[in-house]
């Protein structure tokens, strides 16, 4: 989606202060209560940098944070390798947003977690925004532009462009 600048002199891809904005279509969505709010975390350090900002905004709102995590496994010719590794990734992924929302908690934001297995994550985060009832989704991306962007396929940009509720992009890139 482009937006035009103020003065209408052209495109518009940065905030006031230089910040780098990621805005989609909220046409009709008005005044939105915010009760819960999914962060879907891939497991990168950038990607939970993001945790203090939502966490503030969470208690600021007085909504409740779920962390959400798809895992897959690649399938193997061997059913009983495969399930020792598809349990163990999900076991991994339950403990790291466990630590999490113990640490979310210990600030006084209500977090819980969720881990899923699919092997599509845009449509396992849309699945998870009409099960878990968040009004709002708050996603990372890691900033990628160009033939990289198109190389590897945005989730972010899936989830915002095919969700019923509002989406926050943060780019997790490090600034200049």
Do not use: C
């Not at 805005?23 to 975390?41: C, H, K």
């Amino acid at each position: 989606m482009k937006h035009e600048s103020q003065d209408g002199s052209g495109e518009r891809d940065a905030g006031p202060r230089g910040d780098p904005l990621a805005l989609w279509d909220l046409e009709g969505v008005g005044s939105v209560r915010v009760n819960r709010i999914l962060v879907p975390l891939d497991p990168t350090e950038r990607a939970a940098a993001v945790l203090g900002p939502v966490g503030n905004l969470a208690r600021l709102l007085g909504a409740d944070l779920v962390l959400f995590r798809a895992v897959w496994v690649d399938p193997s010719d061997n059913q009983i390798a495969y399930t020792r590794e598809t349990e163990s990734t999900r076991r991994t992924a339950e403990r790291a947003l466990e630590d999490e929302v113990r640490a979310l908690r210990s600030r006084g934001v209500r977090a819980t977690r969720r881990v899923v297995l699919d092997d599509d994550p845009a449509e396992a985060i849309l699945r998870a925004v009409d099960e878990t009832d968040a009004d709002l989704v708050v996603l990372t991306t890691p900033g990628r532009t160009g033939i990289r962007r198109w190389l590897f396929s945005s989730v972010a940009e899936r989830v915002a462009r095919k969700s019923a509720r509002p989406v926050l992009v943060v780019p997790t890139q490090k600034r200049k």
